[in-house]
């Protein structure tokens, strides 16, 4: 997959005002080339710490505790403070992290970690097999019966034989679940995650600030010799798009992560930039228990009358890949080709499905979006305009982020709503928020058929039939048109001549680790 690198002078062009391509959620991949660039910089406005950068991010993180955190940008700023057994490198592929070495028993049931020697939380503290348990139990809801993360609801137990050894006991076969492993581990018994983070990352947790900052500190005792080249990292939180821009021009911002598409044009000489597809679906859901669309043949008129070509073109610029169900074409041999058209624009055929539902004179609704992504506030009104051909008014509500996360994602009180659903490392992990007891699933999509075949795909170990059967998933999203999947948005990331390193990855990371102040 390309990913286009650049050095812009400056250039005046009148763009779309505060586009932003900067997408979240969610509820946050696999399988994007590596991309590692020079990049190096204008002189600050403000003297700084030396190997220090500032990183614009567009809202607050949700939970500082990792197994609390749901949104996508949270996530993306604390893997650099938390790390699991294995951890993803910018391929998608696991890695080892804290483990060393594991091995899966012949039954396919039995996980065992070797843990590396010489790993310390960023308390001083050596890590050991006990932290693991710990963390790990409280995942898997071993005590409770309650899982806090679906990925872990397959375990039975775990063990700790010894300091350096965790054993993990599957209730059956799953093909995905080294993946669950990424999860991060604290220390045994530590509960102040939410206040004062301890992981074992490449970065120390310093302070938060709500609206203003985040920052990290260099972990000395990281166990990879020599990284992080940083010493300090401060994620700036600036809401307003046109704010972070200028921000970044004057200097006060070193890198600019998801830079809208237009704003690429208005970089002047000192500034370089990367750009490539993301693993991110950007839809416009349904509340599926919200009359009306619990019918099936209202969502499927809303997909006919909406030109997903159109808001490509208009709000991405071009700069992004056209979808027709809840995955992107990154996922390679997991993507069922041919939805993207399924719903092509037919406006007879939109009035027509929605006489049929007993809406022939259309009806109104609201779309709710978070105004902190101004790329999702332009797609809502281009949206808004397109369904008024089929007789539908949409009236758009920008709420903050906070106010999103409680009341559509987590209270599902909502009509509609336009957000970006980050890429996961498996395909089932991308699929599951559909399951119908999955306490993700703030769509209330619930579908039998679906279900089974999702749950196959999750403990088929034959390659080749799992394919086929996370595809016949993407299938019956796309019949049930369980949303309206318009595209994987190119994520553009822009920043300093005097900075060397930035890699892009196909799920929701800044990895501030590999990130070098040119000397």
Known sequence: MALMIKSRKKKKTNFMKGLWLSISLVLLLTACDSQKETANGTASTKEKVDKEVVVAVPQDPDYLD???????????IMFNVFEGLLKPNNKGELIPAIAE???????????TFILRDGVKFHNGQEVTAEDVKYSYDLLAGTDTGKPLYTS?????????????TVAIKLKQREASFLTAVTAAVIPKGYKDSNKTPIGTGPFKFVEYLPGQRLVLEKNPDYYVKGVPYLDKV??????????AFLAFQSGEIDIYPRIGSEKLEELGKGYKYVSAPQNLVQLLAFNHKRKPFNNK?????????????????????????????????????????GLEDKYAINIEKAKQLL?????????????TVPSNYQF?????????????????????????WGVWLERVYQGRDYDTTIIGLDGKLDPYEILNKYLSTAKNNFFNFSNHQFDQMLEQARTEVDENKRVELIKKAQTILAEEAAAVYIMDPNTNAAFKDNLEGYQTYPIYVQDMAVIKVKE
């Not at 070495?101 to 996980?111: E, N, Q, R, V």
């Not at 070509?309 to 390679?332: F, R, W």
């Open 152 to 164: 872990f609801s397959n375990v039975e137990s775990i063990t700790a034989p010894d300091k350096k």
């Open 101 to 111: 070495s594991y091995k899966i028993s012949p039954d396919g049931l039995t996980y």
């Open 234 to 243: 401060e994620f700036r939180i600036i809401k307003d798009a046109e704010a």
């Open 355 to 367: 006489s049929e539902a007993g809406y022939p004179n259309g009806f109104t609704t609201t779309i």
């Open 66 to 76: 990792p197994f609390l955190a749901q949104a996508a940008g949270t996530r993306e």
């Open 376 to 400: 999702h506030v332009d797609t809502a009104q281009v949206i808004a305009q397109q369904l008024k051909k089929i007789g539908v008014k949409a009236n758009i509500e920008t709420v903050e």
């Open 297 to 337: 043949f209202v969502r499927q008129a809303i997909n006919y009358a909406i030109d997903k070509d159109e808001i490509i073109k208009g709000v991405a610029l071009g700069k992004g890949t056209k979808i027709g169900s809840n995955m992107s074409p990154i996922m390679g041999k997991y993507y069922q080709e």
